[in-house]
Structure formats: C-alpha cells, structure tokens
C-alpha cells in the first residue's frame, strides 16, 4: 500500500517509495513526519520521512547512491526507538520515545517537535505523522490509546 502525500510532487515521491521498497524488504514502514505532513510545506520544502526497519535496512540504505535524494530527509528507525538518517551531509540521529511517538491509529501518529522559531526561541509543539506505506498492518507503538494493547 502506498498512499499519496497531499502535493504535486506526490507521484515522484510516490514512485520512490514504490522503488525502494521494492528492492529492500526489511523495511516495514514509512511515514511522512515533518511541513509536509502537518500542511506548513512551501514550495521548495524537502520530504521528511521516518522508516521502521532494522540496522541491516540502514546500512543497505547508505550503500545504495541510487536512493540518495537530496530533498528527502530519509531517518530509519533501527531498533524500535533509536533512528539514523540513511543519507545526507548531516548527521542526524535520536530516540522516537524522546520524541513522544505515538501511533493513534493504523494511519496516523503524533510525536512532539521542536524547531527555532525565528529568534533564539526554541518551538515545541505537537506534529502529526501520516502513514505513507506499510508492508504488514502495523501494530501501534508506544503510547498507544487503543484498548487492545
């Protein structure tokens, strides 16, 4: 299943996921996080994507140049919690549970982010998450309101 992002651009993006989930089976999600998914975008903003995957899914990302799109930010989740990004000239790394992930539903998750806002003030706000692709119906993750967990 994969589910087209609210843009123009969303058949490109579309077509990548299509591609690299095609050709890397150990990834089990990928969700939009980010302007994107919170309709703050601007023409030129860049896709922000989180992954669920495993360390193996990380360092087949970071072989394949092919995949390396400079307006994705691609963060891989390796372990449950902690992420890397697979590409990019910065490093970025984290734990969702800091970002307060959670999965509210089979399509949508929230998790807390912060960003400058101008000044030196720091925002923190909460920001939802669409789920853009999945291999397998996934089962929600920390936080979870369902009464079946």
């Known amino acids: 299943m994969v589910r087209e992002a609210e843009s123009s651009s969303s058949d490109s993006i579309g077509n990548f996921i299509k591609l690299l989930t095609a050709a890397c089976d150990g990834l089990q999600s990928i969700w939009l996080i980010g302007s994107r998914a919170n309709g703050t975008a601007k023409p030129d903003s860049d896709w922000d994507l989180l992954a669920f995957g495993s360390p193996a899914v ?49 399509e949508y998750a929230y998790y807390t982010g912060a960003k ?7 925002v923190v706000d909460r920001q939802i998450s669409l789920l853009l692709w999945a291999r397998v119906p996934t089962t929600r993750r920390r936080g979870s309101t369902s009464s079946l967990d």
């Open 116 to 122: 400058a806002s101008g000044t030196d003030d720091i």
């Open 58 to 106: 990380l360092a087949y990302l970071r072989s394949c140049p092919e995949y390396h799109r400079s307006d994705i930010d691609f963060l891989v989740v390796t372990d449950g919690d902690h992420f890397e990004n697979a590409w990019g000239m910065k490093n970025k790394s984290g734990s969702i549970s800091n970002w307060e992930w959670c999965q509210i539903s089979d």
